[in-house]
């Protein structure tokens, strides 16, 4: 991923956590935040894989605002894995 690509990935991340209010949640608590991270990581691991991206995926459409986030999230998508394999 080149550099502009890889910033501007990293910022919509930072958006992301910031949408779900865990800054506001933890007080801004960066070891919390990333243990939260780290523990959806380790149930992506187990074998209900499957049922949690779902549930998270329905969750995260839910919470972006109206069809115009959700349209903008599948575009995003699209795009993502059409740019996949490149650096």
């Known amino acids: 991923m080149k550099r502009r690509a890889r910033t501007r990935h990293l910022i ?9 209010e865990l800054v506001e949640l933890t007080d801004d608590d960066r070891a919390v935040i990333l243990g939260l991270l780290v523990e959806a990581a380790t149930k992506l691991r187990g074998d209900d894989r499957e049922q949690m991206l779902t549930l998270w995926r329905r969750r995260g459409l839910r919470t972006f605002v109206g069809e115009e986030g959700q349209k903008a999230y599948l575009q995003n998508q699209n795009s993502s894995s059409l740019g996949a394999g490149k650096s």
Do not use: H, N, T
Not at 13 to 19: E, S
């Open 12 to 20: 919509e991340l930072g958006g992301l956590v910031m949408k779900a």
